[in-house]
């Protein structure tokens, strides 16, 4: 039987939320009680212009989060290498990107890269909010382990709706558990 040591919980600091884009907050439905809003964004490493829609309300919900320090978003997604283009879009900080690299690989190729991101953020004693629509395992011993204790929140949304206000209501409980008092 192998032993698994304990994750380091440092608590001086509060969740770090691993934020993926597509499906999650790019969705064809967001519903959010108003009519979504829609941009193109053209991606300079991909030579093309990709459609977004999303819900305001997300989207304001996020950058209250964020900058009120009770979580601290980091881009998890494709996008990391031009997350600059969605900051300026939605109005957001500049945000860390959990995935430093260029190109981040697309599908499902990219879910070890994100998984590692994950059990970064569990290696270095912080607590975890993983929001991703596909990538996030059925199965993955450390991630279940921080579930079981308390230390770790894993959504995954449908992708043609993204993120729900409930799903945001739950993200907001588990990091005010959290927050730095």
Not at 65 to 83: D, F, K, N, Y
Request: hydrophobic share 45%; glycine share 6%; with cysteine.
């Amino acid at each position: 039987m192998e032993i698994e040591p304990d994750l380091p919980v440092v608590p001086d600091l509060g969740p770090v939320w691993l934020l993926d884009v597509d499906g999650v907050i790019n969705a064809r439905s967001p519903a959010w009680g108003r009519a979504p809003r829609r941009a193109d964004v053209w991606s300079q490493a991909d030579r093309c212009e990709y459609p977004m829609r999303w819900a305001g309300a997300l989207v304001d919900r996020i950058r209250r989060l964020h900058e009120s320090g009770v979580v601290e978003v980091r881009w998890c997604s494709t996008w990391c290498p031009e997350a600059d283009l969605l900051e300026r879009l939605w109005r957001l900080p500049v945000l860390e990107r959990a995935l430093l690299c260029d190109p981040v690989p697309a599908g499902e190729l990219g879910w070890p890269v994100k998984l590692a991101a994950a059990h970064a953020v569990l290696a270095a004693g912080r607590t975890l909010v993983w929001t991703d629509d596909e990538a996030i395992p059925d199965r993955d011993r450390l991630l279940d382990r921080a579930v079981a204790r308390g230390h770790a929140l894993l959504i995954a949304p449908d992708p043609g709706r993204g993120l729900r206000p409930a799903d945001l209501d739950a993200i907001e409980t588990f990091a005010w558990r959290h927050a730095v008092p």
